[in-house]
C-alpha cells in the first residue's frame, strides 16, 4: 500500500497570510503515460463531508477560489492557501488514487492564530 | 443540480449486516465510478471502494474484502454498499462520492452528506 504522510499535524495561520500543507507518499504517484500525478486535496469543514479542491496535484476544482494552489510531482506535493480567510477554517487531506487501496493522509487541521 | 442522498445506516450489533443506500440526482449513475469512503469518529478518511462504469470492475480495500458488496441499479439511479459481518471497527460516518469521470481510478469529485453506522452490542 501506498502510504501518505502530511506535515504538520495542524496549523494556525494569521488572517491573510499564507498557509502551507505537504503531503508525501512512499513511492511516487506520477504516471508517465499520460503526465499526471494520481494526487487530490480535500477540504473538510467542520461538520461537512469532504470537498474536491485540487485533482492531478495542480488543478483548481471549479469554483474553488485562486488562493488554494497545488504544487508537486512524484512523492512530495504540496497545498498552498494564500492568504488565509476565516472560512478556510478546517482539516485538509491529501489522497492518492494511483494504486489500490486508495489511501488518504492523516489530514491537517489549520486553525487561525 | 448533482446531489448524493445517503441512507441505510444506524445501529447494528457485531455480526449483523446493512445495505446503504446512495440516490442520485442531477446526473446519470450509470456514466460515473463511484466510491464508497468512511470516516470513524473523530478519525481520518478510509477509502471503502470503488465500482467503475459498468459495473463489473469493483474494487474493495482489505479491511472489507470478503465481506461488503459494492453495486448500482441504473434504474433506480442508486449505488449500494452491502455490508455483511459487520465489525466494531466498521463504525463509521460511510460517504458515497461521484468519481470525475468514468475511471475508478479518479479523484472522489462530489460527495454525500454520510450516513451513520454503528456497530455495536
Not at chain 2, 8 to 23: D, E, H, I, T, W
Amino acid at each position: 500500500d501506498i502510504v501518505m504522510t502530511q506535515t504538520p499535524d495542524s496549523l494556525a495561520v494569521s488572517l491573510g497570510e499564507r498557509a502551507t500543507i505537504n503531503c508525501k507518499s512512499s513511492q511516487s504517484v506520477f504516471y508517465s503515460s499520460n503526465n499526471r500525478n494520481y494526487l487530490t486535496w480535500y477540504q473538510q469543514l467542520p461538520g461537512q463531508p469532504p470537498k474536491l479542491l485540487i485533482y492531478w496535484a495542480t488543478t483548481r476544482e471549479s469554483g474553488v477560489p485562486d488562493r488554494f494552489s497545488g504544487s508537486g510531482s512524484g512523492t512530495d506535493f504540496t497545498l498552498t492557501i494564500s492568504s488565509l480567510q476565516a472560512e478556510d477554517v478546517a482539516i485538509y487531506y491529501c489522497q492518492q488514487h494511483y494504486s489500490i487501496p486508495f489511501t488518504f493522509g492523516p489530514g491537517t487541521k489549520v486553525d487561525i492564530k | 443540480e448533482e446531489q448524493l442522498l445517503e441512507s441505510g445506516g444506524g445501529l447494528v450489533q457485531p455480526g449483523g449486516s446493512l445495505r446503504l443506500s446512495c440516490a442520485a440526482s442531477g446526473f446519470i449513475l450509470s456514466s460515473y465510478a463511484m466510491s464508497w469512503v468512511r470516516q470513524a469518529p473523530g478519525k481520518g478518511l478510509e477509502w471503502v471502494s470503488s465500482i467503475c462504469v459498468g459495473g463489473d470492475t469493483t474494487h474493495y480495500a482489505e479491511s472489507v474484502k470478503g465481506r461488503f458488496t459494492i453495486s448500482r441499479d441504473n434504474s433506480k439511479n442508486t449505488l449500494y454498499l452491502y455490508m455483511n459481518s459487520l465489525r466494531a471497527d466498521d463504525t463509521a460516518v460511510y460517504y458515497c462520492a461521484k468519481n470525475l469521470g468514468t475511471g475508478c481510478y479518479a479523484t472522489h469529485g462530489y460527495w454525500g452528506q454520510g450516513t451513520l453506522v454503528t456497530v455495536s452490542s
